[in-house]
Each structure stands twice: as structure tokens, then as C-alpha cells.
């Protein structure tokens, strides 16, 4: 009967002793046909034949019919013949050696389909004497112009070499040809055939780390610009061909350090820009972990080194994900702050800064204070201003919070940002219940050290406002400290002589002279008349009349009246009298309102531009970059490049982080310095490049819009 007839029979039966007695009859039919030598209807006699070998049942006296159906002319009678041998043939009998023959006639034919059809079922049944016999015509079809014998061609020389190892030789110089095919089957083939002459031949691996170059071009090809789109999968490009390029690698690399340097960088990269959401990015991202696990690296990158990096890379990756996962590993994380390796160390502090929380916030602040006494200067910046921001987010008490800061300004005061003195100043000044703890604090501080310039100002600052209170000795949270105000200064008039005091520092530190008692007058001539003089524009003063009481206000220009004898007035009012004067003195103007601007914004993230032109010098100006993220995913791998034209001089700060928090969180800021001497139009193009939403995205735009102000 016909074999959609059988395979409904079968189905019907009702149970298995049924089954068995409808299988019976029909291969007794089939062996009467065999026995009657109808070349008709042999194949599909075959063919029932062999749906009852899918059941389970025997089949073993089918073997015969399909070598005559190989030897058959006919495609159809070739087709169910090859079928059956690939399904009722094996090694350990010898009837598959009698279709050696057959299989070598139709790979010379030239038919394509029928060199299929040889080529899979020499790679399924193929024993060693049959890959000996015919290693010739598989090694002729590697370099056919049809891609489809190619690829079978390539899958059973694979077959071959795990066979018979001894047939390497036959399969060098092909390989190398291969390796420039763009078919994806054809290439994925060659790397894994390439794998296994690498494995079972030393010649071979001498041979083909000759080719590791072109390797690793092939995987950054496929790493950065895809190298199939309908290949890849869940965003990652072509994994499987990824994977197998890697084990290769591997082999190349293991104890041989030229190949290793070559594909040290590649390694990295694919580490880095693998995305791990997805399964076919983790299994990428493993097969690069054992890869740099057997390579070596003479210089740079040693195999450790390197996997703690794409280890740490990955926990990045993962902690805005999973946070609480990632907070088991932190005494680990915390460790490779110490590691010499410069790129392993800025990534442990990034993810160290990125698993602060309020739960952990001291002791991970305690450590990332320790590490900035050591810190190489290439990281202060980044390691100070993280500090910053999470003492800012996550700070449990003003007090900590304020001596985050001032340990902080006296580690590494001159990598902090610029805003660093604004906050601490803000910050001090809403504590009432701390003045008189911050000011002693900073006198303290300032007194051991006057080279950090943001701890001078806000130390200068904070005396200005509060220096009543340290001269009372009075506080109930510090040591007991007498101050007199020949000591504040004497402090001061060291600061303001110091080569390394900024021209705002001096300014700040002037504000608190102010404050000093009018016999000091002539030792705040002596100060301004210093100051005058190392700017190089010294200039008599007018002459004073010898008043006791006009002296201070000649000097500093103060419309105010001194005091009457006898009725001394609050220090209080007279910073509110002396104050404002005191700052003109040294042209510390508020510069001229520039109105900020908002230059990009696309799914929640936003780009705003504020500018500042000092007055002191108006050919700078100072560009704050403020990037907000409003969605509800975390902007990631953040970064803003800039350009200007060529008359002018840009200078780019360190940002003060790489991810944009989600919900509006803490912004990240970036500070252009751009020097425009010649007051040219001024036109900025940025490019913004970060992962949001699981894309990489990169914009490239030019602001023409400056305001006027920016460069008149």
C-alpha cells in the first residue's frame, strides 16, 4: 500500500500488539518486492522501509536495496538511497564499503545535488579507509565556485580530519583561501575546520597562527559593524561564528605571546562592548573569558589582569540590573583598586562608585578615601568627584557629609570639580548647629596646608562668615582650641602672599580681613600694596589723612562710618558693611548673565549648555555641560566630545561620571574651558555617544545657535 496509506494504519492501531501486526505485514510485502526486483517503485518501497526504522523496528535487510539505489542513475532512486545508507549504515559493517565507489562517481559527476547528497553521507557513515579513499575528490571540491558544495565540502573534511588526523596536510593550503569567504556557512565551517587541524596537528597550529591577524580582523569586523544581519541574534552579531572564532583564537594564543599581543586588544573589546542582557551575549562573553584565561601577553595585559577586567566590566553591566547581586562581590571590587594595572583600577572604581547605597555608603566611602591618598593622578579626578556625588546622594548626616568633603579638599583638592566650593559652601552655610564645628574644622586644616586652593576658599570663606565663633573657643564637638586674631591673620596674610594662591583665593581670603580691628589697618595696606605688586600693576595710593578712624575706610573705599568710641559694633554688621566693598576691591564681579541652552533631547535625555565669561578674562569662556535623563532606564557608557573652530582653543574636562541616572536623577556635568581670542562667531559640534534602552547610539550635531554673549 501507499506510504501515506501505512503511516495512517499505523497511527489508527489501537494498541501495540496492532501496530506490530500491521508492520509485520507490510515489510514481508516490502521484502517480496526487493525479491522481485521491481526498479520502479524500489525507492519507495525503501522509503516505507525506512519509516519503520524511525519506529523502532528491524530494518537491516534494506541495506542491500539502497547500495543499488545509489548505483542508480536516477536522482530520485539516489536520494531515498543515500537517505538509507546514512540511517541502515554504520562502520562496523562492511556493506558500507561497497558504496566507496558510488560516493567517488557522483562527487566527479559535477551535479551539485548529487554532490550533496555523497558529501553528507560521507560525513555521516565515512570510516577511515572511506576518508583515505577519498580525501582527494573532498579536497578539490573545497575551492568549486558553488557555495553549496563548498560548505558540504568543508563540514566533511571536518569529518575527515576526526577520523583520520594523518589527512591534515590535504586541508592546509585550502583553508587559507577559505578564510576570505564571505558565504557565513563557508566561513563558519573553515574556523571549525581550522579548530581541528589546530588541535590534532602541531604543524598545522605552527601554520595557521600565521593567520591570527586576519582573525581578529574578521571578529572586529563582525564585533563592530555586523557581519550578517539575518545572523544575528537578540542584538549580538552572529554569536555562533563570535564563538568559534574565539575557541580558535584560544588555541592560537595558548603559550605562544605573539599571538596573544595581537588579539590582546580585540579580547578587551569584545569584552566591552558585548551586550550581557541577552544569552547570546553571555555566551560570547564566556568563550572570551576562557580565551584570555589561556592566552599570554609579555607586555600590557597579562591573562589575569585581563579577565579581572572583563569580569569587572560585566558586574557594571550588571549592577543596574541586579544591584543586590552585584553588592556579594564589593570586598573583591574593592581589592582591584589596588591592582598597578591602570585600566583594572579605573574600572574597580567606577564599579565601586556605581555600588555605594545608603546602606554602605561609609565604609565604601572609607575605602574610596583610602584609595584616593594613592591613587595614580590620572584617577583623582574621577575617584574626587564620585566621592562628591555620593556623599551628596547618600550621605546620612550633614556632619558626615561635611567632613566627606573637607577630607576629600585636603586629599585632592585641586582635581575636585568646580562647583566643589559652591556645595560645600551651601552645605555649611544651612547648618547653624555645625558653624561653629566647620569653621574650627577648616582653620585647622587651612593651617596645615595652604596649596589645595578649593579648602583655602571655602576655609577663607567660612572664617569670613563665621569667625566670631572661632574665636570664641567655644564647641562641644572638637578639642578645645584658643584662636586669637593676630593668629587668622597672620594665617591669611600667608595666604595671600602665597605664589600658589589663585586670584579668587586671594579674594576670598581678603573678605575676612575685613573684620580685623582697626590697628590693624596699616598691616592691610601692607597686604594690598603686596598684592598690587605682584599683579604688575602697583600704583600709589592716594594720600590718607592721618584719622584714626578713616584709615580702614580710605583703604577699602566703605562709604560706611567708623564706629563711635565707646559703642563697638557686632561683627555681624560689619561683614554686611565691609563685605560687598571688600569684593569690588578686587574685581570679583558677578559675570554678566548668559542665558543657558538646550541643544539636544531625545527618549528622556536632555543636553543643556550654561555659560560663564570671567571678567578677569574675556577672551575664556566656560561652558557647563548638565546631560539629565528623564526616562526610566539608566543612560550608560556616557560620553560628550566637542570640537571648535579652529581659531579658538578648547580644552575638555573629565566628566563627572559615565551613566545618567534614571527618573531625573543626579545629572551628569562636563566643563569646557574654550580660550576665543580674536572674539570669532563661535560654533561648538558635539558628539554624544552612550547605550539607552538596550541600543548603542551616537549623535553627531553642530550648535549654531550660541548667544551673542558667548564670543562678543
Known amino acids: 500500500q501507499p506510504a501515506p496509506h501505512l503511516i495512517e494504519e499505523i497511527r489508527g492501531a489501537k494498541t501495540q500488539a496492532q501496530e506490530r501486526e500491521v508492520i509485520q505485514k507490510e515489510c514481508a510485502h516490502i521484502r517480496a518486492s526487493f525479491r522481485d526486483g521491481d526498479p520502479l517503485h524500489r525507492h519507495r518501497q525503501l522509503a516505507k522501509l525506512l519509516y519503520v526504522h524511525m519506529l523502532g523496528y528491524p530494518a537491516h535487510f534494506g541495506q542491500m536495496e539502497c547500495l543499488k539505489l545509489i548505483a542508480s542513475p536516477r536522482f530520485t532512486d539516489k536520494r531515498v538511497g543515500y537517505l538509507g545508507a546514512m540511517l541502515l549504515l554504520d562502520e562496523r559493517q562492511d556493506a558500507h ?62 569529518h575527515m580530519i576526526r577520523k583520520v588526523p594523518e589527512l591534515s596536510n590535504i586541508f592546509l593550503p585550502p583553508c587559507a583561501q577559505l578564510l576570505h569567504e564571505r558565504h557565513h556557512g563557508i566561513l563558519l565551517g573553515t574556523i571549525t575546520l581550522i579548530t581541528e587541524l589546530c588541535e590534532r596537528s602541531p604543524a598545522a597550529l605552527k601554520h595557521f597562527r600565521k ?162 591618598e594613592s591613587c595614580p593622578p ?22 558626615w557629609h561635611i567632613d566627606t568633603i573637607l577630607r576629600v579638599l585636603t586629599t585632592a583638592g585641586t582635581h575636585v570639580r568646580d562647583d566643589a566650593v559652591a556645595n560645600l559652601t551651601q552645605l555649611i552655610g544651612g547648618a547653624q548647629e555645625l558653624h561653629a564645628y566647620s569653621v574650627r574644622r577648616l582653620y585647622s586644616a587651612l593651617a596645615e596646608d595652604i596649596s589645595q586652593q578649593p579648602l583655602v576658599q571655602v576655609a577663607a570663606w567660612c572664617i569670613g562668615e563665621y569667625g566670631d565663633l572661632l574665636l570664641e573657643g567655644s564647641c562641644e564637638e572638637t578639642e578645645p582650641l584658643q584662636v586669637k586674631e593676630e593668629e587668622v591673620l597672620a594665617l591669611l596674610e600667608k595666604v595671600l602672599q602665597s605664589h600658589m594662591s589663585l586670584p579668587a583665593t586671594r579674594g576670598y581670603a581678603l573678605t575676612p580681613c575685613s573684620f580685623c580691628p582697626l590697628p590693624q589697618a596699616s598691616k592691610l595696606l601692607d597686604l594690598l600694596d603686596l598684592l598690587d605688586s605682584s599683579s604688575g600693576a602697583a600704583q600709589p595710593p592716594p594720600p590718607l589723612e592721618p584719622s584714626p578712624g578713616g ?49 539636544f533631547e531625545r527618549e528622556g535625555l536632555q543636553l543643556n549648555l550654561s555659560f560663564v565669561r570671567p571678567p578677569e578674562t574675556p577672551a575664556l569662556l566656560l561652558i557647563t555641560v548638565t546631560a539629565v535623563n528623564t526616562s526610566g532606564a539608566d543612560v550608560t557608557h556616557f560620553v560628550c566630545q566637542a570640537a571648535v573652530p579652529k581659531s579658538c582653543q578648547l580644552q575638555l574636562q573629565a566628566p563627572s561620571g559615565d551613566t545618567v541616572p534614571a527618573q531625573g536623577g543626579l545629572p551628569v556635568t562636563q566643563l569646557l574651558r574654550i580660550f576665543n581670542p580674536n572674539k570669532a562667531p563661535l560654533r561648538l559640534k558635539l558628539r554624544l555617544t552612550y547605550h539607552h534602552l538596550g541600543q548603542s547610539v551616537q549623535e553627531i550635531f553642530e550648535v549654531n545657535n550660541l548667544p551673542a554673549e558667548t564670543w562678543q
Not at 583623582?380 to 546620612?396: K, M, Q, T, V, W
Not at 561683627?571 to 548673565?593: G, K, N, V
Request: aromatic share 4%; net charge neutral; charged share 20%.
Open 551 to 599: 584709615t580702614l575706610g580710605h583703604l577699602l573705599d566703605l562709604p560706611c562710618a567708623s564706629p563711635a568710641p565707646g559703642k563697638p559694633q557686632q561683627r555681624r554688621e560689619q561683614t554686611s558693611c565691609y563685605l560687598p566693598h571688600t569684593l569690588s576691591c578686587f574685581s570679583l564681579h558677578t559675570p554678566a548673565s548668559v542665558p543657558n541652552l538646550r541643544v
Open 378 to 399: 590620572d584617577l583623582r579626578a574621577d575617584c574626587a568627584s564620585g566621592i562628591l556625588l555620593a556623599a551628596e546622594r547618600f550621605a546620612p548626616t550633614k556632619r
Open 97 to 158: 564499503l561497497l558504496i566507496t565507489n558510488s560516493i567517488k562517481n557522483d562527487l566527479s559527476q559535477g551535479i551539485q545535488a548529487v554532490q550533496g547528497l555523497a558529501l553528507c553521507t560521507l560525513s555521516t557513515v565515512g570510516s577511515a579507509e572511506m576518508c583515505w579513499d577519498l580525501a582527494t575528490e573532498v579536497e578539490k571540491l573545497l575551492l568549486q565556485p558553488g557555495s553549496y558544495v563548498r560548505k558540504k565540502a568543508v563540514l566533511t573534511a571536518v
Open 211 to 372: 593567520v591570527v591577524p586576519q582573525l581578529v580582523q574578521i571578529l572586529r569586523t563582525l564585533v563592530m559593524t555586523g557581519y550578517s544581519t539575518e545572523h544575528s541574534i537578540s542584538g549580538v552579531s552572529d554569536p555562533f561564528l563570535q564563538v568559534q572564532i574565539l575557541r580558535l583564537l584560544r588555541i592560537l594564543g595558548r603559550n605562544h605571546e605573539e599571538s596573544s599581543e595581537t588579539m590582546n586588544d580585540l579580547l578587551a573589546q569584545v569584552a566591552t562592548n558585548t551586550d550581557t542582557s541577552r544569552n547570546a551575549g553571555n555566551a560570547v562573553l564566556f568563550e572570551t573569558v576562557l580565551t584570555i584565561m589561556d592566552t599570554r601577553s609579555a607586555a600590557g595585559l597579562s591573562s589575569p589582569t585581563l579577565a579581572r577586567y572583563v569580569a569587572l566590566t560585566s558586574l557594571l553591566r550588571m549592577v543596574q540590573s541586579d544591584h543586590s547581586a552585584v553588592q556579594r562581590h564589593r570586598p573583591t571590587v574593592v581589592e582591584c583598586l589596588r591592582e598597578p594595572d591602570a585600566s583594572l583600577s579605573r574600572r574597580a572604581l567606577e564599579l565601586s562608585l556605581a555600588l555605594v547605597n545608603s546602606s554602605n555608603v561609609r565604609a565604601m566611602t572609607q575605602e574610596l578615601q583610602s584609595f584616593l
